[in-house]
């Protein structure tokens, strides 16, 4: 199974690495496909040998080779994770791919970077933009889409390499809700992303009588995932100074 995905590692990685432990489990091989931001260069390598050097490939170059090796791999079905830094085309290289393998493909969609390269929904003042009309939408990601692209040709092409998949995969019901309002002669089935079980021994704190109440956070909390909500508790603690202490872990 081939899985195509971004460079960017976070979440994304993290589940297709363990989507390819099940796939490995049951006799299947994963190789993985992403891509040099900002360039034509593309790395290919395998979960069972992730310690060689990984291929490397230029699309407008060596395309043909990279076609081969699959071939040589016996890639049987592809996974899209997502289609984030690679070049603008991509999609349509995607479907001609797959198209010149004789297999289907599938897609995950880990955010909504389908219909809107802003990826999370949150526009320039940094909070959930409401998913307004698409008017509104061209102004706020000006600059951000490739040259003569609009956002209606964005969700156009994203419609069609959606429309030709042979499954498409949402983590949730809300995430299927939205897109089914964007494409909505499309199914979305919910698969929530797999969490393998870790034994973890429970340790209940107890805090002591005088002492802070200590809150942790895990994780990279950046803008969309609530930093400004989380500075305004942290300085509302510190304000009416409340036996508060945050510490954030990540």
């Known amino acids: 199974v081939l899985h195509v995905l971004h460079a960017a590692g976070g979440g994304i990685e993290k589940h297709v690495r363990e989507l390819a432990g099940y796939l490995d489990a049951s006799g299947w091989n994963s190789v993985l496909l992403w891509p040099d931001a900002g ?7 395998s979960i069972r040998l992730e310690h060689t050097p ?6 407008d170059k060596s395309r043909g080779e990279l076609f081969d090796v699959l071939c040589q791999l016996d890639v049987v079905h592809v996974h899209v994770h997502t289609l984030m830094d690679f070049p603008p085309d991509a999609a349509e290289k995607v479907m001609l791919l797959c198209a010149a ?5 599938d897609v995950t969609l880990h955010d909504y970077y389908w219909i809107c390269p802003r990826v999370n929904l949150v526009d320039s003042t940094r909070i959930y933009c409401g998913e307004p009309p698409v008017s509104i939408c061209e102004k706020c990601v000006a600059g951000l889409l490739p040259e003569d692209a609009t956002v209606a ?11 030709r998949a042979r499954r498409l995969f949402v983590p949730d019901s809300d995430v299927a809700r939205r897109m089914v309002h964007y494409f909505p002669d499309l199914t979305f089935e919910k698969r929530p992303h797999p ?10 704190a107890q805090r002591k ?7 942790a956070i895990i994780g990279s909390v950046t803008d969309v995932k609530g930093l400004a909500l989380l500075r305004q508790c942290v300085v509302d603690a510190a304000a009416r100074k409340l036996p508060i202490h945050f510490v954030i872990i990540g």
Do not use: D
């Open 209 to 215: 009588p005088g002492k802070p109440l200590r809150v």
């Open 153 to 163: 040709s964005w969700r156009s092409i994203s419609g069609l390499f959606l429309t």
């Open 195 to 204: 969490e393998p079980a870790i034994p973890m021994q429970g340790l209940a």
């Open 39 to 45: 360039t034509l260069m593309v790395h290919l390598t």
């Open 101 to 105: 393998l004789g297999v289907s493909y």
């Open 54 to 59: 990984n291929l490397i490939y230029m699309l």
